[in-house]
Structures are given as structure tokens and as C-alpha cells.
């Protein structure tokens, strides 16, 4: 049905990418003026094919108009006010033909002394031509009116204003949301007869039958040969006033129609053989309303001014009109439709046709009929996309129609539409046209696949985002689940967990204590970027310096991709140039941030938007979902040291660093013994030391160790070892799987006893020493045998930590047991409660102790030396039995 | 608790800086202090006398020139202020800002930037609070300002700058149309008056004395005292207008009769003389209304809304001749470049339309554009004697109308003009009175073409037509037909009957399409008055030309139809007792002429159109020879 046109489309110029509602190309003679939006002007000449001149204005040009005498050229600017520039002189054309080295544009500041007339509220203008000089006319906004200006085209001085209320509500002033501001659009329509028509028309100027012209504008204006201005307001009125029209009654602008949507386009098609001539004003969002002499009703008979409503798919972004129709651009196509068809048998049934809204009155006679039929025809379509400004037409010498286009793209473009339109679709093409054909279809196809390829990529990325969204929900999903079960759940069922290591290492000839956390992912799904593994690292009780606030550090890691059943090993140094107070308690957490999925902008976006920003758990976009949680203690920050002699190939540290870092410990130990004042001695047999004792079967059953009286032993690491190193070597390694080096470090004595050699972090020396012992006393049987575990340091602090570490580790040990064990109930229990009692109370005492140490050396050290002292009597006093 | 803090911390520092050094310093930032301000002094004094140079050069200066100078002294003073305003005020800034605040303030009415001029002149003051330990600063504007003449008037150095600004913001309040806060201010601006009176007193006394002025005191752009002169008489007009615009003419007249300030500038007196003459004319004092006009235009020429006001009062007096005499005096001063000699010379500082925004003044003293004041002019000298003055009238006014020029500058909405083919008919109708029949028809002709193509074809109307949209239809027709009509009598007056009679019938047959439907028996509007008084005219005037070309019958019967359409137009009573007479039905004749003589038609409307008056110089009856007839006949 629709016959398809092959547009030729010439690429003259690229400029950038433009605004759409205030892009605009005018021609002027041999140059284009192309105004982007922005504070330029571009001067593009077509017959040297090249860009002449940039025109820079002080504030963004919204609109442009030629000069009547087309030597000039009005610019108006948004917030300023109008600009005149003289064009002829501005460019210093080159006179020799351009060449290769042809210079390029040349740059001109605009300053305001080209400026015409000043107007903040300036929107649009033309300039009308007159006997006694022209007249400028502009349309600003300002206090909730439409003002019409007029000013002498000569010395811009202010002739006239008049004004119209402006209607609130009831329109969109916006397109859609994307805040395009609509600008009134002027024209200047002059009756055929006015003597003044002759002359050529620029833009915006339109000839108007006399008859059409007396209906419409009413006689008055016709006497005196007036033009008259059309101006369709973006809310829809078209309105117009005479422009030399004095003293006469009533208000001088007329509304004329109300289109009820921003006007985009206001114009006539000059008359053709085929039909009568017409207005036409073409609504934003598609609606035509064309305006027509036609025979009165049958009541009246006379000529009357029809309206004609009808509709096209919108939104139109741009317009303009010549006798064969209206070409409108809707961004995606560009589609002419033929407004001379006068034979309403044309009509075809599916055709989008609004009726007249019963009768309305015009101006002067000019009354509107109200007209079912619609005369419009379907629009054809001319097959080309994005095309957001319009000028012309022209024809060229073979009477074939020329438009100007500006794309959304910035392409400035010729369209040339076949001159013949009638045998288009049936007869053969010349065979020199069907060439240029293909290459024009071509150029289609490109564009259409430029916007296929476009669409696509939006769509995978949508699709990427989507699948990640997925994955995240599907892991949070899980570790909720984790989180609402508890932490009782073992280790094996959790899918996703972090095995946390503190150990020793040598760096940079120093040994530093490393917290090595393990992100282990049994779950099915990938852990995708955007991830990140937070580790956060806080003391249990604050250190001294830090004056009670809580010293407290998180890392995070970025998660690149986790696979499923991948690992992920992080590690972190744990001593700081703080000195780390022991026991610390690690918590890991897996946290999402949803701008690796959003992007930096959309989120802000959503965020400002306030639907996420309330929900808890999502401050900044980000949320987190924790692991696990473990302490590191005295217990697991030991340095285990190979005494002398033992096995050489251990592969933990240079042995001769570690005897010179044992005698570096063992002399700063005793230095600081010797700050006591009371000359104790510091050698390995005055070390401080604390014990607790351990029933040996309550042992065997928690350490899954069989009986002694089996020949051989076999503990878990080292059979050799007996029960005294295996719970040594438990002790150091908290129980945990896989291979730990520092079970290698307990050297097993003679039969029932074992003992370990390590430096605390300050350096101090530990001696751990198991020995098995057979227990008597008023609260346990006789001949009990019971493992006692002695705890000997340097460091007083040391030894507190390290027993209140043991206390802990045995503490799971005994609630392990307490349900296979029958003994272990009543006065026992009472016993180790008050043990854990006495243990914590001693522990206190002695931060109170170390608090005066911290202020100041030297205060107070007879009190410090005695509460300390008094403190090691207490543990020496009571050993601990634990069964 | 602070301040006694404060103490001892100065103390302290006393102590330390033992006493030399302290002094020194101090004497330092005093010396630089001083320096400072003789510097601004001195450049406020510089832009005061580069305006005041300008001034008096005079008509020299054009006005683009005065207004860049306006613009550069208020961009100027402006930074000047900011400058000062950075520094914390002391009583001897004070002084110097509240002089530059005064001069800025000035200049910015000529930029019409008054809210800006106003905040700063209220921080100003503030800071002058500040200086003499007066914080508190009440919001409400006569509060604070007798808070400010309160702690301010004890200063004297203070008192004479926080005056002025008194005066300045009286200049705010009138721009703005605040009448209230000048009201509620009134003793205090009373005082101003006074003061100033006195301080200009002194201060002529102390030149005379010759008392030399300290060299660097900041200059004032406006004399203060000239400044509150004209404030005065403009309050004075604003609420005059505004009683007389509530109708409150007697308290008006005592408010604008209270006291003469013959200092004031010209415009501002001929404005209170005018207002005097509308009290008085409103009140039923026509004659002394002339008086108080008369006056107006004696003190100032250009006091157009004097001459205007005299011509309604000459109208409502029935003196037409002086109501023509004073409409031509009206109109040629408004063809006078009066307003391109105001745009000469720099404009003044404060000029009286800033004074004076009030609406109600502007409506009182408007005056109509020169184009409606021309047709006024020239339907006057039409109707009353002087129809060859008419005409040129007329057809100057259509060649005003032809011409694309912009007479009026400003938008006249409200001006009363008739709708150009009105005008028309009303030219070519005074043309044929004038004798100047061919001119007519070409007139005439103009109408038919530019309304003949849209006219309908047939219209059914309702009452009422005015306001609906029928109305421009009806216009159409009535405007057609009377341009029929009038050519119908230039062919008449030529004693050319065919043509004449086929016109007429013309006119007859577009008539006779209108159909109006009376609903009620409510006041026929205008418009179907006119169509039917046209239709009167042109059957009476076709039963005319019928007898003139001896077609008795056609004569009668238009004549008796004309009788039922309107009665009494261009006498067809007459006309058809002569033509019944003629047809040997003398009964008839005697019984038509007795109704005739007996019925007393009621007069014309003025509002009836020139075009739609009886023909002047048409076909005349021998109303003697018919009396003489008649009278004959009855008595036998």
C-alpha cells in the first residue's frame, strides 16, 4: 500500500550530538546556518562544502532566523535577549578555490554589543517586513503571560507589547519526562493581494490566499494589508494577532484553535492545482489540524473557515510544508503526508481521524465546521531515522524536492525526494537511478543495523546484569539460611566458609604474625565481582594506649571470581605497629556493593529515590552477610621454637635466628624483670608459671585417643607423642584438620611428658609442659589420673592470656564430654566454674595492674610489684583439676 | 559572662604586650583606618561628581549616553558598598555608608532594581545599629525604623545620614505603592521634613558664615531636601487618586488643596491641578473644573489629561464648539514629537513615572491615542457644521491607519476606535456631505470587495446578537449593505436614478437574508437596530428614486414598507403623502399627512452611525408646497 520512497540522503557535515528541541538548520543563500543547541552557531557553505565559520554566543542560542534583506541573521539567546549578526562580513572568504591546506573554520566571538534587543524571557522571534521599515516581533514569558514584542528592525527600539495569559495545567509541557522545553513557534502570514507579498519569502513567511486570509484573521486586517502573526504556544493555542492594527476594540491576540499539545509546527501549504490551499499547525504528540475555506452549512451558505482535525502517530519532532504536503520527522522515520488531497473518498478506513469537539467560534466570520470527514491521508514513509531539524523545502533544477535534515547524530543532510511521485511505485527506474537507489537502501539498512547493533548491546548487558543479579540473590539466599541456623552448624555444612589461620612467617628478616583466612566455595554458584570478603579484626579487651576506645580494624578484599568449589586465600599481618592485645576475635563477612551491577550513577540515582536507602542492611548500596567468627589466642599466637639439638629440618624458621631471637627474648625479659626492683630472677627456673590439670580420660575421649594399654599409641599427628603430646599439639593446632607445622615443635620427654618451646609476640619466652600425674584430694577420688598442663613464662601478662586461653580451649572439652561422663557432674563442675571465676577475676586484676604502668614508668611500682605478686600466688596456690 | 570574659582576656593581653607596643599598633590599624576611609570618601566623591557633571552639561548628553552613566554609577557604588560593608562598622564608616548607601540607592531607580536598593539600605541601617550597640532589630518596617531614628537621632554625626535614607525608603515605599507604611510614618516623615528644612538652613548659614567644610565629607548625588520635596507631593497625588478612585472626591479635594509646594517640578503641579479639576467636575462643578484644567496646561504645557479632561467636561456642558477646538488643540499635541523630546537629554535620577506606579492615578489622568482622538475630531466636525474639516479629518486618519507605523508606543488595548469597515463607511458617508460623490463610491467600493466574499448567504439570528459570534456575521452584512447603501445615495445626489435604484435594491436583497428570531420583547441591541434602520433607509430612499423615475406604485409600496421596517427614515411620511397625492388618492394623502405631523418621532441616538443618518443632500421634498396643499385640501 504505502509506496516506498528511495530518499537520497547526502551527508554535507557532522557536528556533535544535539539537543533535540532547540537544534536548527536555516539556509542563507549559499550558507547554512546550523544552530546545535549549545552556544554555537555554525556556518556551513555548500557550495565550498565545508564548514566557514563557528559563531560563539555568550549564552546557548535556542533559535535562529534569516534576515529579511539576508544579510544578517537574529540569534536568539536563551536568558539574554536577541542578537543580530551581520553575516557577509564575518567570514573573509577565501577567493582562490578551496584546496587540500583550505583553512578551516574560522572562530567568532559574539559580544554583546551585537545585541539587538535585551529579553531574559526571550523564546522565539521573526522579522516582518513593513513599508514604513521591518518590524521584529518576539514572544517571551514572563509573569504568567505570553508577551509580544515589537520592536523597529532599525535601532531595535520597542514598538508595542501585548500579552496573553499563559494556562496552567491541562498540558505537557514536558516531553515524557526527559524535560524537553517546547518553544512557541512564530510565523508571519501575509495576504496574496497585500502588495507588499511579491517580494521573496524567507523562512517563516507564508502567503496566504485573501480569502482564507479574511476568515480566519477577520477583515480588518485585510483593509489595512496587515500581516498577520501566527504563534502556536506550547499549550496548544494557536493564537494570532494583526500586526498593524490600531486602536481597535477588544484584546488584540485572538486565540484561533487549541490543539491541546505543544505546538511543534505552524505553516501553510502553498496552493497547488489539486487542491485548495490550507493552514496548518502540527501538534507535538501528532495531532494536524488543518484549516480551510469551505462552503457553509446549509443554513448559511457563504464560505466559512474549516477546522480539520486529524492525527499521526507522533511524537513530531520537527515539521515544514510545501505544496505537496507536510514532512514530519518522529525521530525514527521521516513520513510525508499529502494535505492536498481534497477527495474524501481518499479517506482510507484505518486512518487515525479525530473529529472536531463540536462548535467553536472563531475570529471575525471565520466560523469552524466541525468536520467528520477527515481529509488527511496516510503518511508515507520516506525511510529515514532521526532526523530532529527541517528546512526547506526547495526544489532543485530537476524539480526534485530538497530538505535540509539535521539528525540526532549531528549529521547535517540533504534529502532529495524523487520529483515524480505519481509513477513511483509502478514504472522502472531509469537504469542510472538504480544505483543510487541501492546505495541509498544501503545507507538505510546501515543506519537500521547502526540502531539493531545499539539495541542489542543494551540488551546483553541487561541480560548480564540480570544474571548476576541472580547469582547474588541465590548466594544471599544461602547465607541467610547459614545465618538463621546458627553457628552450631559444623563446618562441613556450610557451603561457603572461611577457615581462619593465625601463623608465623619471616618477612624482611622479621617474623611477623600472619592471619591467613581461607574463602572456601563448596556452594553451587560463582561468586561473581562485586564481592568482597571482609575481615575485621577486634580485640577482646582494648590495649592500654588506646585509652579505652576500642581498637578495631576491618580489610577487605575484592572477590575477582569464585568459582564453585575454588578457594580464595587472603592474608593479613596481624601485628600492627599498635601493639595487638590477645585474645582478638576475627569475624568474617562476604558483603555485595549494587553498584558493580548498577553502575556509579544509576545507583546514586536509585538511592536518592529513597525506596532502598529505607530498607535496613542497604546504607550506600551495600550489603553484608557474615561467615564465621573466630578468636585467635595467646594459644594460637605462639611461636613455637625448636630448642637446640632437635630435629634440624623443620621448615619453619633458620634455627640459629631463632637461638639468637630466644637469647634477644631471654635478655629482654630479664631486663624487664629487673625493672621490678626486687631482683627476682628470671632464669628458666624462676619463670612464672600457672597450671591447670586434666582428667586424663575425660582427654582420650575428647582427643578420640585410645587407651594406654594398647602397645603402640597412635594419636592423630604423632602416635609417638602419648597423650601428653597429643594434647599439646591439639592445643596448639585447636584441633583443627589439615597439617599444622606447630605440632612438629612439641618435642615428646621421657614416658608422660611433653613440652613445647615458644616466644609470645612482645617476645617473652613460654615453656608448655604436659605431664601426666596421678591426683588425690577432697574432690576428686583417689588416684585419678589427670594430665597437668604448666603454663611457664617470662611475662606476666603472657601467662595470664595463655591460661585463660587454655581455660578456654578445655572449656568446649568438658561440655563435649559432659554427656558421656557421669563424674564429671556436681562439685567438679562447681570446682572448674569457680576456677574459670578465679581465673577471670585474676585477669582483671592484672590490666588494673598494667593501667599504672602504662602512664607513666616509674609511679607507683610498689603497688603495681604487689598486686602483680599477689596475683601469681593465687594462680601458684590453686592448680586446676579439670576431669 | 562573655563579656566579662572578654575583659580579662584584654587584660591579660595588656599585661603581656606591656602597654608600648599595644599602643603603637592600635595607632597603626587607626592610622590605615583613616586612610581607608578618606579613600572612600573620595571615590564616592568622584562618582557623584562625574554624575553631577553629566547633569549639568544638559542636553548635550544624550539619553543612551545617561543611561550608561547610570548604569556604570550604580555598578560602581554598588562595589564601593560591598567594600565597606567588609569591614565592621565603626561610627565614622557609618557615616561615610550610609551616604553611599543614599547615593546607591538613587541610582538604582533608574535601574529599576528596588528590592535589591531596599535590602541593602535596611542592612545598612542594621550595621548602624551595630555601631551604637543596638542589636536587636525589630522585622516589622515602621518599628524598625523609629527604633532606628530612636537610637540613631542621638548620634548627630548618625542623625542626618539615617535621614536621608528616611527619605530614600519614602522613595521605596511610593515606587512600590505603599501607601500604608507612609501612613503608619507619618509624624516621623512630618519631623524629616522639618529637619531637613532646618538642616539646609544651617547649612546655608554655615557657607555664609563661611565656614569651611571638612574636605573629604562624602557627597550626597540629590540634594535631600529636593528629593523629599517632590516624595511630598507625590504622596500627596497618589492618595488623592486613590480617594477619588474609592469616590471619596471631598476628602480628596481637602488632601490635594492642604498645601501648595510651588518649589515642586511642573509635571508633579499641573498633575494636582488636574486631580483638583476631577474632584471638583465629579462633585457637579463643571465650570471650576475648566478653572483648575486651565490651570494644569498654564503650569505645565504637556499636562495632556487636562485637555482631555476639559473635552469631556465641554461635552457634558453641550459646548461643541469648545469640545472641537479643544480636541484639535489634543490631537495635534499628540502628533508633536513630545515624546522623542523626553527621550533627549539624560534622564533624570529619579524620575515621577517611578514615583508614581499606582493604577488608579493612570487610570484617572489617561489620555486616548492620537488616532481615536482624530475620529473623535472628526465625526465632531461632521455632525456639527464643519463637514469639510470632517472629511480631511477622516481621510487623515484612514491614511494613519494604512500606514504600518506604530503611532502609539505603548499597548492601548482600551482605545475605542471603531472596526476599520465602520470607519470607512463613516469617511465615505462624510465625503458624499462634503459633495465629493465619486470619492464616496470608491470608498464604498472598497467595503463590497474586501467584504462581498464572505458574506453568508442567508443568516438566522437570535436575540440577543451581541457578544455571540453571529454578531461578526451580522457586522458583515450591516457594512455591506451600508456601502450599497451609500453609493445608492452618491448616484441619488447625481440625480442618477437607474443606477441608484438597482444599488438600493442591492442593499435590500443582503438584507432581507437576516432573519432575526425576537425571543423576548427585550431592548433590540444594536446591531439589529442598525439592520433595521438600514433597512428603512434604503426601502424609504428606493421609494424615492421609484417617484423620481415616476414609478408611482413601486413607490408606495417601498415607502409604506420602509414605514413598517422604521419609521421616519429620511422622511418617507412625507414622501408618502406626495406620492399618494400624486397617484390622485388625496383621502389617503390627508389621512398620511395628519399621522405624519401628529407622531412624534423620537430623536436619533447619538450612537446611530454617520453613514446611517438621513441623506443630507439627497432628493429634498417642497415641504411648503405640500403644507400649503394639505392644508387646502383639509379645509375643503
Redesign the interface.
Known sequence: MEARFAVIQNTLAEFGCLSPSTAKVVQFGDDLLVCTGSDEVFVFNTKERKLTAVLHFLSPVVHVVQSLDKQHFFAVCEGDGIYCVDLPTLPSRPATPPSDQSPGPALFQVLSNSLAARDAGVCSMVEVQGASGDTLVTVSQRDAAWWFSLYTATGYRKLAEFSLPVVSGGHRTGDGGTGLVMRPVLACVSSRDAPSSSSSLVDCHFLMETLLFKLLFGVDASFVNSSVILCGLPDGRLCSFPLHLQGQPGPRVRVLHSLEQPITFVGTSTETNSGPQCLVAVGRWGRVVLARACEGGPGDGGKVAGFTEGCVSGPVLCACADGKGLYYSTGSDLLVLDLSGGAEENLSPGENLVVGHGERQGPGQAMEKPRVSGLLQSPVSLNVCRVIALSGPSCNTSGQVQLLALTLRGRLQVLTLPGDTEGGATARPPSSQVGQRVRDLLAAIGDVCDRASSLNSIIQSRNNSLRGLNQVLSVCCLLLANQRAGEHCSVSEKPIWCHIVAKWSRLLQKDSLILTCVLDNSSPYVLEQGWMLCVQVLPLSCPLFSGGENFSRTVSFPVQKLEPSGKMNVSLPLITERDMSFPVTVKCSLTYSLQSLLGTEELSGVLANGDLASCPGLEGGWFSLALNTQTVDWLDVLQVVTPPGSDPSRPCSNPDTVSMDTVKAFLSSRRRCDGYGDGMAASEGDLLSASIKVSTELLRTALSLEAPSSAVPQGPKNPTQGICGALLSWLLSKGSAGIDWRGSGVTAGQQGRAVVHARCPEGGIVKLTATEVTVGGTTVKEGTKAVEVQVQCSEMAALCGLHHALLCRVQPLLQGAAGTEESSIGAMGLGLRLALQRAQALYELLQEARIPNAIGPGRNTGRTTKTLFSVYRQLRENPLLIL | MRQSNRGKVQKLRRERSQGFEEDFVTAMFQESDTCLLDQWTEENNAIVKKCKQHTDRGDSVSREQGMQLLTWAFEASHKLLQIIQGVPAGPALVQLELAVVYNFCLFSFSQTKVTEAELLLTHSLERALGAVHCVHSPPDLPVFWRRVLKALGSTSSLRSGCLHLLCVHWALWLSTYSLGHILELQQELLSLCETLEEEQDDRRKAVEGGVERSAVSPALVMNPRELKDSLHICTVIAQAAERLCEGQCLEALKLLQKDPCPLAPRDLLAKIHTLTGLCLSRMGRPHSAVQCYRKALETDVRCFSALHQSILVYRQLGNTQAEIQALSLLHSALMMPHITQTFMGPPPLVCTAFLLPGKSLSSLLSVP?S??VLHCLAQKCVLHGSVSEGVEHYLDLLAA?????????????A???????EL?LEAASSLLMGQRPVDCLALCE?VIS??G????????LEEPVEGS?DQ??LE?VLWCGAAYLLQAHCYAHLKDWKPAVSLYTQCINLLIKVCVIQKSCAKQGMCVQSLQRLKGLALACRGISFLHREQKREALRDLQLSLQAAPGCAGAGLWMTEVLWKLGRRQEAAVCWETTQSSSLPPLSEDVPIYLLDPQNGPALDLTDLRVRMEEFTKT
Open positions: 491615542s488616532l481615536s491607519l494604512q500606514s504600518d507605523q506604530q503611532l502609539s508606543p505603548v499597548s492601548c488595548e482605545s475605542s476606535l471603531p472596526r476599520l469597515p470607512y472598497e474586501q467584504t466574499d464572505v458574506l453568508p448567504e442567508r443568516l438566522q459570534g461578526n456575521r458583515l
